[in-house]
């Protein structure tokens, strides 16, 4: 699996610190904010593959963070974390074209799965679009 | 890139019928998003499956479990499931309509008895006088302040004055500014895997409760109650705040003094003695004790009392019957100097008054032990040890007179609930005695007579002798000295704990430990009361036992004869067993775990063939993932078949000759396309068929007939069965049999007649996700032989490592979790298996020839097929 790009968003900065310490090591590109704000702000200045995002965050609510990097690009792929569990709103977070939906805390081979299979998604969806190879292969 | 594409262009060119090169390419994108979607699938299966084998774990018993682990497990179930329902909508787009409607109806159910936890009254008021309230009011004035309220109320007994700040209170601290949510979200995320984590976990909730604002209605409400307590008792008046919970005192579950108490608390000081109180909910001990016994947080609503300070002269507890041995109804009173507190924290000397209760009321035996201290309130604020001064240490605490008064207490109290009782109390310095609290006592259980003699090997050495019986029964273990509390964070499970003090913070540990030592504490602390409630054998009081007993030795605690004998002495721990308790059985938690299970783990759609399996008769998540399963393998399959691709049609698998298998690349699982009919072996990529395939080649089948090449089907089954009847009913799928592969995938499912064999294996360097399946099921034998067979495969596979399920004559052996070089051993097993365990139905009934069949197949196993070097 190639290298690709990372967001975190969690409003918990060591979460974030020693997450974005572990992927890095896993040869992974992170970018983290802190917010709804400014992980949009972040992804319309730079190229993000996926997002790691925190579902219950002041400001921003994460459902809203969700749907607004799907208005903004529907192939970022999006797995959500969640320090409260809730059927409900997992499955709310799935309609709405999240990945996947994990529970903190997340093991961190757990969470490097499915940002990588969440990147093979957005490969596939690429490649629908251009329906044709990528340069890249 | 061109040349590649003129090579594809030449290839597909060539191939019948031609696909346009654009077409082409969309196709392979097409099978790339399918192949994904079906592994993100089989990656949801694995985790649902995974986590209702934890449900049904927690329920067999064992580990202790949670409101955290519940909701958590639940919602993995349920997420994994939904997950699996998208992926089959991009499969199978509109082909299954009922599965999101069934998955909701069952998720509405979860919901439901998820969120079915205590809810205290919203308008209930904040604060209530203590002489207003009785066990009408236990909702909200919890259960210790209700009883107290009561027996003051009928019985006129002495209790101090006081107010309560209530359940209402509680509330509405913990939703203000979002407190309760922080405290779930700790609770959730926190590593709970060892007391470390869980200690830390503690400190994290209290540290939280404990800079929580509380809000100004309270607070309020609160100065109000104090003035009007002040304006009867006097400005130097002094208050103890205690817990007073729901749960707190019932008699399955009595909590026992877990939370904090603070005494002698001034008005300056009132809202954090208050937070303190509140935030013992999250001590270490209690955390535990909720954990092991299956009591919701939420459920757990917290009032606390406020009652005026009673600068106690003497205090301590009394039971109205032997907490420890049945049959002995005379009330049992320890005492001490000073505030009883000491006596419930086990950390000091006390007195030990019999009371009997015919022909009149007498004290019938006493104990006075050497009192070099006693705690006694400061001036300001606050608790302190003072030493015992002149001979006092020796003087009995009470007087012949006050013994029996204390006694007449806890009967009259007794008498008013019918039923035996615990009390604290306490003797002011006007001599008048105070009623502290009152709660009801569990009857000891009648077993073993202490008379009988026990069966003791001659020359067992006693190591310990002398002490009081604190929790009843007779076991053996491991010693573990703990000196300080950090030793508890290495407490070995089912050893026996060996300490100083019978101090409440041990309490943290007995879920755990075999038996409990203490040289000091009775009958009457804490600890105690835990022990005799979770049936663990303890001994107190016993001087030198940190110097007579070692780490490490192995000893028999009889706590009934109050012995400690060295080694282990199965005669006597039969003799008098500890009661076995499984303290969370029939508890909130477990309960609602049982229910969640009805609706998640049973299965009902057992048979793809049947015209039951259907979205529609899916009654628990456990159906849909199932019926997802088997749907989903199918899809695949018949989409390969019915694109007219030559790049994903299946392919002949030569094997020195055609074999009569079949091979479709899901993605990756040739080492270069495949033009034409055939695909050799040495062009397959995936990892688990090579693996199956050179344990099915690695060994040569002995046994007649010669090895033909007709299949793995008859190759496992001698059918007997027309396999011409079948033809027709069954999808091409059925009649072959197929290899579905990817590099790390391999799927094998063989239908004939009325046999069928699956073999599923995932294997990468995603240790976490790897799994082999292997099902089976029929034979041509009778059912006897069939029977056999099955359980002469399931014990082989057991024996490595794989976790076997026969129902009736249906084989499923699963191995998950384990690197890849594990796994492609197993799969090595398997085909193995699949070739020698032909025919060996016609054997089964001969006990000889089985054990040699047996013997001669461990040896090729773990012989040739796992040191050899693949084919």
Not at chain 1, 92 to 103: C, H, K, T
Not at chain 2, 158 to 179: C, E, K, M, Q, W
Not at chain 2, 499 to 507: D, I, K, L, N, T
Not at chain 2, 740 to 751: A, D, T
């Amino acid at each position: 699996m190639s290298e690709f790009t990372v967001l975190l968003v969690d409003d918990e900065e060591d979460f974030r610190r020693t997450l974005a310490k572990r992927l890095e090591k896993r040869n992974l590109q992170v970018l983290s904010a802190a917010g709804g704000e400014e992980a949009m702000a972040l992804i319309r200045r730079s190229a993000v593959d996926v997002v790691a995002l925190d579902v219950r965050m002041p400001g921003m609510d994460g459902i809203d963070v969700l749907r607004a990097i799907k208005a903004h690009d529907p192939l970022i792929e999006v797995v959500m974390l969640t320090g409260h569990a809730s059927v409900e709103a997992a499955v709310e977070g799935m309609d709405f074209g999240a990945f996947d939906y994990l529970m903190k805390p997340v093991g961190i081979d757990e969470l490097l799965y499915k940002l990588q299979d969440a990147y093979e998604a957005r490969r596939i969806g690429l490649k629908r679009n251009s329906r044709g190879p990528t340069p890249s292969e | 890139m061109r040349r590649i594409r003129e090579y594809l262009h030449r290839r597909l060119t060539r191939s019948r019928p031609a696909v346009p090169e654009a077409a082409a390419d969309e196709l392979r994108v097409a099978f790339k998003e399918r192949y994904h979607h079906f592994k993100l699938l089989l990656s949801a299966n694995k985790r649902a499956l995974e986590r209702m084998a934890a449900i049904e774990g927690a329920l067999r018993g064992g580990e202790a479990f949670g409101m955290a682990f519940v909701r958590s497990t639940c919602t993995e179930v349920a997420t994994a499931v939904w997950r699996m329902i998208q992926s089959m909508a991009v499969l199978a787009p509109g082909k299954y309509p009922e599965l999101p409607t069934r998955f909701k109806a069952i998720n509405a159910q979860i919901k439901a008895h998820l969120e079915s936890s205590f809810r205290p009254l919203a308008e209930a008021a904040l604060v209530v006088s203590l002489g207003t309230i009785d066990r009408n009011w236990r909702d909200q004035a919890g259960g210790k302040m209700a009883g107290l309220g009561e027996v003051h109320k009928k019985t006129g007994l002495t209790v101090p004055d006081g107010f309560v700040i209530t359940t209402a209170a509680y509330s509405r601290f913990l939703n203000h500014s979002g407190l309760q949510d922080e405290i779930n979200r700790l609770i959730q995320t926190a590593d709970r895997e060892d007391t470390a984590g869980l200690l830390e976990l503690s400190a994290r909730l209290q540290q939280a409760v404990l800079k929580a604002p509380v809000p100004r209605d309270i607070e309020s409400a609160v100065a109000l109650a104090w003035r009007t307590l002040e304006s009867r008792h006097g400005t130097a008046m002094r208050i103890a705040l205690r817990s007073s919970s729901l749960f707190e005192d019932d008699i399955a579950s009595a909590f026992a003094g877990q939370f904090q108490t603070e005494l002698n608390v001034s008005r300056d000081h009132l809202m954090d003695a208050y937070r303190t109180v509140v935030a013992s909910k999250y001590s270490l001990h209690a955390l535990t004790y909720r954990l092991n016994r299956g009591i919701r947080d939420e459920d757990l609503a917290v009032a606390v009392g406020a009652m005026v300070m009673v600068d106690a002269v003497a205090g301590g507890v009394a039971y109205t019957i032997s907490p420890v041995a049945a049959d002995d109804d005379r009330v049992h009173i320890d005492a001490t100097w000073g505030l009883p507190k000491a006596i419930v924290d086990g950390t000091a000397a006390y007195d030990s008054f019999i009371v009997a209760r015919a022909p009149q009321l007498h004290v019938a035996d006493q104990a006075i032990g050497h009192k070099t201290s006693r705690l006694v309130c400061y001036l300001e604020e606050g608790v302190c040890r003072r030493d015992a001064t002149g001979d006092q240490a020796d003087l009995p605490c009470l007087s012949p007179d006050q013994v029996l008064e204390v006694a007449r207490m806890a009967l009259e109290i007794e008498a008013y609930y019918g039923c035996p009782q615990d009390i604290e109390w306490a003797i002011a310095a006007d001599g008048k005695l105070n009623l502290l609290q009152s709660r009801p006592l569990p009857v000891p259980e009648g077993a073993g007579d202490a008379t009988v003699t026990p069966d003791i090997p001659e020359g067992t050495e006693v190591l310990l002798e002398g002490g009081v019986t604190a929790s009843p029964g007779a076991v053996g273990g491991t010693v573990y000295p703990a000196a300080k509390r950090a030793d508890a964070l290495r407490f070995p499970a089912d050893a026996i704990l060996v300490v100083r003090q019978a101090a409440p913070y041990w309490a943290t540990l007995i879920g755990r430990a075999a038996g409990v030592v203490a040289e000091q504490g009775g009958v009457a602390g804490h600890l105690a009361n835990v022990a005799r409630e979770f049936g663990v054998p303890a001994l107190f009081s016993c001087p030198d036992a940190m110097a007579r007993l070692a780490a490490g030795d192995e000893v028999t605690l009889d706590a009934d004869r109050r012995r400690v004998y060295a080694g282990r002495l199965p005669g006597l721990i039969a003799q008098r067993p500890p009661r076995k308790v499984n303290p969370l059985a029939n508890s909130p938690v477990f309960k609602l775990l049982q229910a969640l299970d009805r609706l998640i783990v049973p299965l009902h759609l057992l048979d793809p063939e049947a015209s039951e399996f259907h979205p529609q008769n899916c009654r628990t998540l456990h159906d849909i993932t199932r019926f997802l399963h088997e749907k989903s393998v199918q899809e695949m399959f018949s989409f390969g078949q019915a694109h007219h691709f030559p790049e994903r049609s299946s392919k002949q698998l030569f094997y020195k000759v055609p074999m009569q298998w079949w091979v479709l690349n899901l993605d990756d699982g040739f080492v270069a396309e495949v033009d034409g009919k055939y695909v050799h072996l040495d062009n397959i990529a995936s990892e688990p068929m090579i693996a199956f395939w050179s344990g099915f080649t690695a060994i040569p089948w002995a046994g007649p007939p010669a090895i033909d090449h007709r299949g793995l089907a008859s190759v496992l089954f001698q059918s007997t069965a027309n396999t011409a009847l079948t033809v027709g009913r069954r999808s091409r799928y059925a009649e072959k049999n197929y290899f579905m592969i990817s590099r790390h995938y391999c799927n094998l499912n063989s239908r004939l007649g009325y046999h069928f064999a699956m073999l599923e294996a995932l294997v990468s360097d995603r240790t976490r996700e790897n799994y082999v399946t292997f099902q089976f099921k029929g034979g041509a034998a009778d059912i006897e032989r069939r029977l056999k067979r099955v359980h002469f495969i399931g014990d082989l596979l057991e024996t490595y490592a794989f976790r076997v399920t026969i129902q009736e004559d249906h084989l499923t052996a699963r191995i998950a979790n384990e690197d890849r070089g594990i796994m492609v051993e197993r799969l090595k097993i398997l085909g193995y298996l699949a070739l020698h365990t032909r025919q060996i139905d016609m054997i089964m009934k001969n006990k000889a020839r089985v054990e040699a069949l047996r013997a001669k197949m461990r040896a090729d196993i773990d012989g040739v097929l796992l040191n050899a070097t693949q084919p």
